[in-house]
């Protein structure tokens, strides 16, 4: 287990960090969420998932751009924020088992919410309350929970310590 005691200013550091590639995967979730919005064609299908998909208010698209920000988040916050060398797949199914919570949450209250906006752009205004909500609980997941043990571990920071 790697020395997890962080200083002041790594604490600091570290949520700096986390904030920064949050925003750059919020910005790949708020294009991915855009272009789905704006650009998918009117497709009348038969079938269930057809019809939610392309005659969606904001689910769909939604759940598409988040998956997409979650793999860019995942990615680059083990590696340059919390620095750890943890087993990937685990990692991986500790933050899957935070979304199997988040993602049916934060989609169904989109839904719901969504609709009683008055504005044309009220569905922007949920998705970046959302993922407000999204960058500071998946932090602290992650931070306490995902990474609690293995901060600091990989090998850029082995080497630095000398190990």
């Known amino acids: 287990m790697a020395d997890n005691k962080l ?3 790594d604490n600091i550091l570290q949520v700096v960090k986390f904030a920064l590639f949050s925003v750059s995967a919020g910005l790949i979730q708020v294009v ?13 299908g038969n079938n269930a ?3 939610w998909f392309f005659e969606s208010e904001y689910g769909a698209y939604y759940l598409v751009a ?7 988040n995942f990615t680059v916050n083990r590696k340059f924020t919390f620095k750890s060398a943890t087993n990937i797949p685990i990692a991986m199914l500790k933050v899957f088992g935070f979304y199997c919570v988040f993602t049916p949450v934060s989609t169904i209250l989109g839904e719901i919410i969504t ?8 569905e922007y205004i949920v998705l970046g309350v959302t993922m407000a909500i999204n960058m500071i609980s998946e932090y602290l997941y992650c931070r306490f929970v995902v990474y609690r043990n293995s901060m600091n571990t990989n090998d850029t ?3 630095k310590k000398g190990n």
């Open 157 to 159: 920071e082995k080497n």
């Open 7 to 9: 200083s002041k200013k």
């Open 66 to 72: 988040l998956i997409l920000s979650i793999l860019w």
């Open 49 to 51: 998932f057809t019809k």
């Open 32 to 44: 991915s969420f855009t272009l789905l919005n704006e650009l998918m064609p009117d497709i009348q």
């Open 115 to 122: 609709p009683k906006i008055p504005w044309d752009f009220g």
